[in-house]
């Protein structure tokens, strides 16, 4: 076994060598380091990792078992030509990594065992931060560099991540009985493959269907591999490394053709790795990072970034670029790594760091600073009433928010949103018969995530139909053909049938009709007199809904009579004139007058009881001969006829004094207390 001090020796005597030359070659063309203040950090450390990149191939992992070795738990790296020497970079809190994956764009990406979330690593420090999503376990995990999309396996199914959210998408299944994968790997150019685990018979090399899932096999490997391992292409080689396990730890190579695994060496104490990622076309690109403190800090306070964590493999960094609002262009640049900046409203801001190096190679990373962000607080589920759920969130710092709801029957509602802190939502679901915990969660618009709400349950029986709303003519004559439209929605979107009481001792049964689809039915009655329709609708498993509200018709119906129109018969331009209207109904209903005044504006109103004066009043604009037409319908919407009145608008003012003695003919009284007012 190989002994870390002496690879970490050889490490920094290699980083000092590389800084001597550098330091030659900027006093060699009068290039002058900046001085720095102080309140800023200065980076005087040469990585490890770069001598490892100059000696062999860096590869990186996460330890899930050290063995007898005296690394904890956590990512670290060792090149690919010396295993038995691992470096530690950094510890991590909560479930282990199990499956991880080099991307294109330079990212290590891993997912979590116990859960499936999504986390993304920095191979320089070690530092990790959770990208999210998940829900289901993931021992391996791939990346497809032709089509740049992230894949697991849960052991039996092909999922997809989303690389911004962590949300997962089932694919399909593997197709196999009694077997478990445990590990992807994708080659250059796109090929899926992955080997299950075994404790007694061999374990066996499979391709897998990335647009189905199902696994093909390809050959027995020879050895029985158990527990948690990993594996991952080299893209630029098409070597396919096994971070292998049976009761210790090995990097292997496989043969893609036969399935045969070579031995590269042991890991250091016999390390259980996973999560094994290969850096792609890494050498020579200088690979930027950088941190800040305070964290996180308030509004307008000043925040310190120390770019000094980025490295250079081959060669040395020249300049430093930062972009402050995210617009791709570059507020600021310096020969060193460190500047200020501060924002004035809290929020989460993108910032992003250039690297030059002194081949002119750039390197650019995005990460993303909290401003006093505070998460939403947990849902509060309000009530649930016909087939709507009611809840809200208060976001601390009055973010909008988005909302998940978990419906507990396999099904989710994805985030819904943004909706105002506090606002009351309203979100429809349908279920089945059943008994329901429902809960939901929230997050603001920088997807800073509440706790789950308390569930809250939902008990589903069938519910009947609405009552039928009824349509259509409300008079008629007798043995005249009626026709009338029934319509309804169920609760469950059932189709229904409507059972229609005529009220003349008959009854309808009409087919079934999706919900709320209207049915027309026509009918006829016998004798001359009111009818009450009533309905009710019954849904395809029998359940009854309520009786309608009664739709009250009359058979030998007879329309009021034609309107009497009383008022003057002259009058200027501009004048309100006041008019009256009488008619009545044969069968004493209450009436409704509809009055055109002959200028294209009408009036409606009513009800009034049968031969009842009423007044109303117009005024015109034009000078013209107007007709006046008024018509009157009943409680049945039987219209009467009209009548006209003509009425001729001058420019002579003193018509007024018409207007006035009609007033006082048909009105006395007018005239009596205008005697009195004056």
């Not at 037409?629 to 009425?647: C, H």
Request: hydrophobic residues 35%; aromatic residues 14%; glycine residues 10%.
């Amino acid at each position: 076994m190989y002994n870390p001090r002496v690879l970490l020796n050889k490490a920094l005597v290699i980083g000092v060598f590389i800084l001597f030359i550098g330091i030659s070659v900027a006093s060699s063309t009068g290039n002058n380091v900046e001085n720095i203040s102080f309140n800023t950090q200065v980076l005087n450390e040469v990585e490890n990792s770069e001598g490892l990149l100059l000696s062999g191939k860096i590869a990186y992992a996460y330890i899930a078992y050290s063995g007898d070795g005296d690394d904890p738990e956590g990512p670290c790296y060792f090149a690919l030509n010396d295993p038995g020497n691992i470096t530690h970079l950094s510890s991590f809190s909560g479930d282990f990594l199990s499956g991880g994956t080099w991307t294109t764009d330079g990212r290590w990406l891993c997912c979590e065992y116990g859960g499936g979330v999504l986390w993304e690593l920095d191979p320089v420090t070690g530092d990790s931060w959770s990208i999210g999503g998940g829900g289901i376990n993931c021992p391996g995990l791939a990346w497809d560099p032709i089509y740049n999309r992230l894949y697991a396996t849960t052991g039996t199914q092909l999922l997809e991540y989303n690389t911004n959210t962590g949300e997962q998408m089932v694919i399909g299944n593997h197709s196999l009985s009694n077997k478990t994968m445990i590990a992807l790997a994708i080659n250059s150019e796109g090929i899926c493959y992955a080997w299950d685990i075994h404790f007694s018979t061999t374990s066996t090399l499979w391709t897998i269907d990335l647009d189905t899932g199902k696994a093909t096999e390809v050959a027995s490997m020879g050895e029985t591999l158990t527990y948690a391992q990993d594996g991952a292409f080299d893209w630029d080689t098409g070597v396919l490394y096994l971070a292998a396990y049976h009761s210790k730890g090995q990097l292997k190579t496989c043969d893609l053709e036969t399935g045969e695994l070579t031995l590269i060496g042991d890991f250091e104490g016999g390390a259980e790795l996973t999560a094994l990622a290969i850096p792609y076309n890494w050498s020579g690109v200088p690979f930027p990072d950088f941190n800040w403190t305070p964290t996180p800090p308030n509004p307008d306070e000043t925040v310190l970034f120390n770019a000094s964590g980025s490295n250079d493999p081959d060669g040395y960094i020249t300049l430093y670029e930062w972009d402050w609002d995210n617009d791709g262009i570059f507020d600021e640049n310096h020969t060193n790594p460190t500047t200020l900046h501060s924002w004035p409203i809290e929020g989460y801001y993108p910032v992003t760091l250039r690297i030059t190096d002194n081949t002119s190679l750039t390197g650019m990373k995005t990460k993303i600073i909290k401003i006093e962000n505070n998460p939403p607080n947990a849902p509060i589920i309000i009530g649930y009433d016909n087939g709507s759920l009611f809840l809200y969130s208060i976001d601390p710092d009055d973010d909008d928010v988005f909302y998940f709801i978990d419906w507990d029957d396999g099904t989710n509602s994805s985030w819904i949103g943004p909706f105002k802190s506090g606002e009351v939502i309203e979100i429809s679901h349908e279920w089945h018969e059943g008994i329901y915990n429902v809960k939901a969660k929230a997050k603001d618009i920088y997807g800073e995530e509440s706790l789950w709400s308390d569930t809250y349950t939902i008990i589903i029986v069938n519910q009947p139909p609405e009552p039928p709303t009824i349509t259509g003519q409300r008079y008629g004559d007798p043995q005249q053909q009626l026709t009338y439209t029934f319509v309804t929605d169920d609760f469950e979107g059932h189709s229904v049938k409507y059972f229609i009481d005529w009220d003349d001792g008959t009854t309808s049964e009409t087919g079934y009709y999706e919900s709320g689809t209207p049915a027309t039915v026509t009918h006829s009655w016998e004798t001359k007199k009111d009818y009450h329709i009533l309905a009710r609708a019954i849904d395809v498993e029998n359940k009854e809904g309520d009786w309608s509200v009664p739709y009250h018709i009359r058979i030998g119906d007879q329309p009021p009579t034609k309107p009497d129109i009383e008022g003057p018969s002259r009058g200027i331009q501009g004048t309100n004139y006041i008019f009256v209207f009488t008619a009545e109904d044969p069968e004493n209903d209450k009436v409704w007058y509809n009055i055109n005044w002959g200028d294209e504006s009408q009036t409606t109103d009513g009800p009034y009881l049968s031969g009842t004066p009423i007044t109303k009043s117009h005024i015109w604009n034009a000078t013209e001969t107007y007709k006046i037409q008024a018509r009157t319908k009943d409680n049945f919407d039987y219209y009467g006829e009209w009548a006209e009145y003509s009425f001729i608008i001058t420019r002579n003012r003193a018509l007024n004094l018409n207007q006035l003695e009609w007033l006082f003919e048909r009105f006395p009284i007018l005239q009596r207390l205008l005697k009195l007012i004056v």
